[in-house]
Every structure is written in C-alpha cells, then in structure tokens.
C-alpha cells in the first residue's frame, strides 16, 4: 500500500496514470485544489483535494472509477469532485462561492485549464455569502451548545467551523475590493484588518485550529462565545 505524500506532486504522475486508464480521451481535466494548491499541505492531516471534469460520455462510465478511489483514500486523496464541462456553467450561479473558492488557488495536473474562462457573478457570490454567513452562524450555535463544554469538542467546533468561515472571508474580501491572500492565515489577517474584527480571539481561534494551543474548558468556552459573536457581528 502506497503511503501518505509528503507533497501532493509526488503522486502526480500515478494519478494521472490511473485516470488515463480509465477514462482516455473522456477524461477533460484533473485539478488539484485546497491546501495542495495553496501551499499549506501538511502531510497525514491535510486532504489531497481533486476536481476531475470529465466528458459527457465519460461521466456516464462515472463507476469504473470506484476502485481507483477507494486505492486513493488511503493515501489521503478525498472522493473527487466529478463534473462535466456542461455542469459547472450551469452552475456558477447555483454554487458561486464553492467555484470561487477553488479558483482562487488550483493547479491543473492533466488536460486542459477549464477554470480559466469561468466567470462568476458578484451579486451571485454576495448572495451566497450572506446565506452561508447566516445558516453557519446558526450551526455554530448549535454545536457551541451540543459540545456541552467539552474541550475536545470545542476545539473540534474550531477547528472545523473555522476553515468553512475561512471560505467565506476570501469571498467577503473579493467583494469589498481588497487583495485576496492565497493562504488561509493571511485571509483570517486581512478579514480581521478589513472588517475590524477582534484580532486577539481570531489568532487565538487559528492557534487552537492548528493544534499550537490548549486552553482549559473554562477558557475554551469563553473564546468561542466571544468567535461567536464576532461572526454575528458579520451576518
């Protein structure tokens, strides 16, 4: 069994190779997104992210590739993204900020650079925003209270809730007309800097993310009441 990459590119070449097999000229384009693309890959806790855009003849063959995801799941490769090309223009304004947030960072490992051309609508993105904005504020409410001042569970609410507003925040700043970092750090930096955020509770939310601080319950439990309403305060 192949181990965990170190860098998502030194299993490039037999990814490829597989999904060449498979799908041969049907297979449009393999794109790596996520933390692969940005640069914040760390290995045997980051997923390897993939979009694959296959043709319309070769999304209906979408089950021949079963066994080579499950081999790919055990290198830490996510179940791929599948689309055609049809699919994600008539999507764009369904899922703009999924499709912003990948084209915000990618790279293309086969075929052809299918994200180049696509253009996603402002109002659209600023809709979605405020959608997401609102129903994540009202999830994190809800697993605040479930986690039952558990500390492995708050810091999993961070950890998790946190990344999912990181999304959202590059999207926020795009629409106010500010530069858009490509790693996640410097996103959370400039959000706070923009939007006049607490900077003290977010560095703190992103310590506790990466692993790099434990707080007790008590303290746990304080920060995420005060995460919480600085998210109110942006919906």
Not at 94 to 118: C, T
Not at 171 to 195: C, H, I, R
Not at 218 to 225: M, P, S, T, W
Request: with cysteine.
């Amino acid at each position: 069994m192949g181990k965990i990459p170190n860098r998502p590119e030194e299993i490039f070449a037999e990814l490829k190779q597989d999904y060449v097999a498979l799908f041969g000229d049907d297979l449009v384009a393999i794109i790596l997104y996520g933390s692969g693309a940005r640069g914040e890959y760390v290995p045997k806790k980051s997923d390897i992210n993939l979009l694959i855009v296959l043709s319309d003849k070769g999304i209906e063959r979408l089950g021949d590739a079963t066994d080579a995801v499950a081999k790919w799941r055990k290198r830490n490769v996510r179940v791929p993204l599948v689309m055609t090309r049809g699919y994600i223009q008539s999507s764009l304004d369904a899922f703009p900020l999924e499709f912003f947030n990948i084209k915000s960072a990618y790279q293309v490992i086969q075929g052809e650079d299918i994200l180049k051309d696509v253009v996603i609508q402002k109002e659209d993105l600023r809709l979605q925003c405020e959608r997401e904005l609102k129903a994540k504020l009202l999830l994190l409410r809800e697993s605040f209270l479930e986690a039952n001042n558990k500390s492995h569970l708050l810091r999993e609410l961070v950890a998790q809730s946190l990344s999912a507003f990181i999304s959202i925040f590059k999207a926020l700043l795009y629409l106010k007309g500010d530069e858009v970092p490509e790693k996640n750090e410097a996103v959370l930096s400039a959000t706070v800097q923009s939007f006049g955020l607490d900077r003290e509770i977010f560095q703190t939310l992103w310590y506790i993310k990466r692993g790099e601080k434990k707080s007790d319950r008590g303290a746990l439990k304080e920060i995420v009441q005060k995460y919480i309403s600085e998210i109110r305060g942006l919906s």
